[in-house]
């Protein structure tokens, strides 16, 4: 019997494949650990200077007094021979002292530490990857630019704000990847925040330059050529700038022509940029995913709603359950799913948290031009499997999944497979039903979503859903298919059981019908 658990962390974890993404939420708070440790080594070193600077000042202090009365009578102040002494001792001996002192390297402690620390650190391809996640939640989220950049988000409880500096790197993300889209969104966001009279590293050319590219290539003549005079206003110098307004105004004159040959009433008809407003990576089936993820779209009628109830559920009579019956209630009517309520206590959680964190893995995916499980950017959780004999706790939330469901466990999977047809090497056949524990509460985000129907369920820490994969007859049920959102503030841990069809004859008996 196996307890599969499922990590997801905060923000990062939507953009990038390699291994050593930082995904967990873990993982991010060992480097808040790491980050507070350099700023006290770096403080450590600033006292280190400071002590320096005020021995070094004490020295120029008591010099310049010792000079400006030898200045003012220079052969009666060297005619007192412990003033020659002193002279020459101060000369030879204490000024060398001295240049040891400004010499003295008081940042070898910091540097060191700094080394050490940096093997930790995340790499560019990291940061790329969080700047894509924050880029994948503002599409799913449907968030405008300047709502991320004031931090104004639903749940949050640390405030942050992103410089003109952020949000241009940003938009160079987006313009590397040839995502003109969000590349205008951030520069445009960038420059708002710049004309508001923030004080930052970058400057409005710099943001006017990649600005106006991207309008270009989104078929924005007209903007762009505007963009381009701005820029030229601020720098009239600038190469490249010069050479575009140039390209624009040729562009556009062509155009005008063209359009004039065909109609004189539209002479002056200007040019129709393309459709603008669609990530470069935009899919139709993603739209109704993205919905249903803000809480749109869902496809329950209130005459359907109506038919929904809560109940207290005893698994048949089952002993353990009758004077102590779980709390149930309908999440959906077609496909059922049932949620039920505190049905795994906090202590439980923690126990089984603290079972899966040392063995979390990168989860993967079935690449179905190779027909091997892979990394995929768009999925970043991690997983570990966690058998019923590893402790007591594990095996008596499996006997409960047993007890409610009515389902066999001893034929769900023992171990995670590598090979893409670990279904035949298990010999239990297909995943007839899904069990899925909530770990966490998150502050926003991380629903549960089945496109097919415009089903939404959101996460409750201490309950679970249940719902079958497969039609009593066997036959695939593909209304079922489901996606996580991503968590847009907060993190979650959910952990489910995959329950297979071998061992479910009699607990599930096949129907004749392929749809029943």
């Known amino acids: 019997m196996i307890w599969y658990i499922l990590i997801i962390g905060i923000l990062l974890p939507q953009s990038l494949a390699h291994p050593g993404f930082f995904t967990s939420i873990g993982q991010m708070t060992d ?16 006292k280190a200077e400071e002590d320096k600077l005020e021995q070094i000042k004490k020295w120029a202090e008591k010099l310049d007094r010792l000079t400006s009365t030898a200045t003012k009578d220079p052969e009666g102040f060297v005619g007192h021979p412990v003033n020659a002494f002193k002279l020459m001792k101060r000369l030879n001996t204490e000024w060398s002292e001295l240049e040891n002192l400004v010499l003295k390297d008081m940042s070898d402690g910091f540097i060191s530490n700094l080394t050490i620390q940096r093997q930790y650190f995340p790499n560019d391809e990291d940061q790329v990857g969080a700047a894509k996640a924050l880029l994948r939640l503002q599409d799913t989220y449907n968030l405008d630019t300047d709502t991320i950049s004031k931090g104004n988000l639903p749940g949050v409880k640390h405030i942050s704000f992103l410089t003109a500096e952020d949000c241009f790197e940003l938009g160079k993300v987006a313009y590397t990847e040839a995502d003109y889209y969000h590349t205008e969104l951030w520069m445009e966001q960038a420059l708002r925040q710049l004309d508001e009279g923030e004080i930052s590293t970058i400057d409005k050319v710099s943001v006017l330059d990649y600005l106006s590219y991207a309008v ?9 050529l505007l963009l381009t005079k701005k820029l030229l206003e601020l720098d009239p110098e600038h190469q490249r700038a010069n050479g575009n ?32 407003g669609v990530a470069v990576d935009y899919l139709p089936e993603r739209q109704k995913y993205e919905m249903l993820c803000r809480g749109e ?38 496909p059922r799913i049932i949620r039920f309520h505190d049905i795994i206590s906090d202590a439980e959680i923690e126990i089984v948290k603290d079972l899966a964190k040392p063995r979390l893995s990168r989860a993967t995916v079935h690449d179905p031009e190779t027909g091997k499980l892979t990394t995929a950017q768009y999925r970043v959780s991690k997983s570990a499997w966690l058998s019923g004999y590893e402790n007591p706790v594990v095996s008596r939330i499996n006997m409960r999944i047993q007890d409610l469901t009515g389902l066999d466990v001893s034929t769900a999977e023992e171990l995670q497979k590598d090979e893409p047809d670990a279904f035949k090497e298990l010999g239990t056949g297909n995943r007839i039903a899904t069990w899925l524990f909530y770990m966490s509460d998150v502050s926003a985000g991380g629903a549960t979503v089945f496109p097919e129907v415009g089903a939404s369920v959101w996460p409750k820490k201490g309950t679970a859903v249940f719902w079958y994969n497969l039609f009593a007859s066997g036959e695939g049920d593909y209304s079922t298919r489901h996606a996580a959102c991503p968590v847009l503030v907060g993190n979650k841990w959910v952990s489910n059981k995959w329950l297979h069809e071998r061992g479910q004859e009699f ?7 392929e749809l029943e």
């Not at 480097?31 to 600033?46: A, G, P, Q």
């Not at 270009?216 to 762009?224: E, F, R, S, V």
């Not at 607990?507 to 019908?513: D, K, Q, V």
Request: hydrophobic fraction near 25%; charged fraction near 40%; aromatic fraction near 8%.
């Open 507 to 513: 607990r599930r008996p096949c129907t004749l019908s």
């Open 297 to 334: 779209g869902i496809k329950m009628t209130p005459r359907r709603q109506k038919k929904l109830f809560c109940r207290y559920h005893d698994g048949n009579r089952n002993p353990k359950f009758i004077l102590a019956p779980a709390k149930q209630e309908d999440e959906w009517d077609k």
């Open 245 to 276: 307004l140039k390209y624009f105004e040729y562009i556009m004159a062509k155009e005008k022509d063209v359009n004039k040959s065909a109609s004189d009433d539209q002479s002056d008809q200007k040019t129709t940029p393309k459709k603008k």
């Open 31 to 46: 480097l808040i650990h790491t980050e507070k440790d350099l700023v006290t080594s770096l403080k450590d070193y600033i």
């Open 216 to 224: 270009y290539q989104q078929g924005d003549l007209d903007k762009a």
